[in-house]
Nanobody, 119 residues
Framework: QVQLVESGGGLVQAGGSLRLSCAAS????????MGWFRQAPGKDREFVAGISPSGTTNYADSVKGRFSISRDNNKITVTLQMNSLKPEDTAVYYC?????????????WGKGTLVTVSS
């Protein structure tokens, strides 16, 4: 059974930083693109960042230069470092696994972790 378990969410002031982690199990981690999505209240879920099995990264324009995604194939984890946080970054953040690394059709989702950025 595949599990993606997020951690690291919480409350932070604008301008601060948070580090989200996703621990994966039950899948061939090295074969999957791993990504982060977010969903703010009343809005659709949106792509934030993704990393391919080879380490190629891509980001939503709204987070470029502020967020950084990385993966550790030995620890079977993917991390999202979020800096210079803004109130509009407030959302539930979801870890995702996509075998094709295109992040338009997700194979597996985590349950999410809440990030709240106060102004």
């Amino acid at each position: 059974q595949v599990q993606l378990v997020e951690s690291g969410g919480g409350l932070v002031q604008a301008g601060g930083s948070l580090r989200l982690s996703c621990a994966a199990s039950g899948l061939t981690f090295r074969a999957y693109g791993m990504g982060w999505f977010r969903q703010a209240p009343g809005k659709d879920r949106e792509f934030v960042a993704g990393i391919s099995p080879s380490g190629t990264t891509n980001y939503a324009d709204s987070v470029k230069g502020r967020f950084s995604i990385s993966r550790d194939n030995n620890k079977i984890t993917v991390t999202l470092q979020m800096n210079s946080l803004k109130p509009e970054d407030t959302a539930v953040y979801y870890c995702a696994a996509d075998i094709y690394s295109r992040f338009n059709t997700i194979n597996y989702w985590g349950k999410g972790t809440l990030v709240t950025v106060s102004s």
